[in-house]
T-cell receptor
Framework: GENVEQHPSTLSVQEGDSAVIKCTYSDSASNYFPWYKQELGKRPQLIIDIRSNVGEKKDQRIAVTLNKTAKHFSLHITETQPEDSAVYFCAASQAGGTSYGKLTFGQGTILTVHP | DTGVSQDPRHKITKRGQNVTFRCDPISEHNRLYWYRQTLGQGPEFLTYFQNEAQLEKSRLLSDRFSAERPKGSFSTLEIQRTEQGDSAMYLC???????????FGQGTRLTVV
């Protein structure tokens, strides 16, 4: 089955700096890669996603890049703000077969943005 | 429709008891997922449904766990003979179809004492 590895486990930056979180996946059949943000005591919420037919996607201060050959994808947050502090999870989902649409999550990255 | 709702939010039970959780997905969402999350970890896949059909069940899930989604609407997750290792947050999510945004509920926090 799919395995998603996420690094780093913790990330501390100063306000205004950029933050990068990286994930690798094992199943080349995966074609959908969402990123979720989970604030303390709250539910995970989607912040951005990318499909395998696209190499990069951007939404304001957030961008995601995908390298299908290397089977890795990254989340980039620019001009970080204290409210970006949260746990971020990457996930991968398969395009077909018995696990079609099943989301496999990484272990999470605790991002702390210091004012 | 205010999103995915889960009930109860918290459950404390004694070891060996059975517990049942309920998830109400967003209307018209065909896909429903159950995940388990422990402190400091990502959501761990348990099982998922396409309408009323259970498509896959994690190999990590013992036979003490069972899930249903009758009529393709709400879903229940039952844990029989609970163990302390079952203590976790149980998250439900739903999506309109595969590989689209999955919306999570607020979870049910289970504590087995």
């Amino acid at each position: 089955g799919e395995n998603v590895e996420q690094h780093p486990s913790t990330l501390s930056v100063q306000e205004g700096d950029s933050a990068v979180i990286k994930c690798t996946y094992s199943d080349s059949a995966s074609n959908y890669f969402p990123w979720y943000k989970q604030e303390l005591g709250k539910r995970p919420q989607l912040i951005i996603d990318i499909r395998s037919n696209v190499g990069e996607k951007k939404d304001q201060r957030i961008a995601v890049t995908l390298n299908k050959t290397a089977k890795h994808f990254s989340l980039h947050i620019t001009e970080t703000q204290p409210e970006d502090s949260a746990v971020y999870f990457c996930a991968a989902s398969q395009a077909g077969g018995t696990s079609y649409g099943k989301l496999t999550f990484g272990q999470g990255t605790i991002l702390t943005v210091h004012p | 429709d205010t999103g995915v709702s889960q009930d109860p939010r918290h459950k404390i039970t004694k070891r060996g008891q059975n517990v049942t959780f309920r998830c109400d997905p967003i209307s018209e969402h065909n896909r429903l997922y159950w995940y388990r999350q422990t402190l400091g970890q990502g959501p761990e896949f348990l099982t998922y449904f396409q309408n009323e059909a259970q498509l896959e069940k994690s190999r990590l899930l013992s036979d003490r766990f069972s899930a249903e989604r009758p009529k393709g609407s709400f879903s229940t997750l039952e844990i029989q003979r609970t163990e302390q290792g079952d203590s976790a947050m149980y998250l439900c999510a739903s999506s309109f179809r595969a590989n689209t945004e999955a919306f999570f509920g607020q979870g049910t926090r289970l504590t087995v004492v």
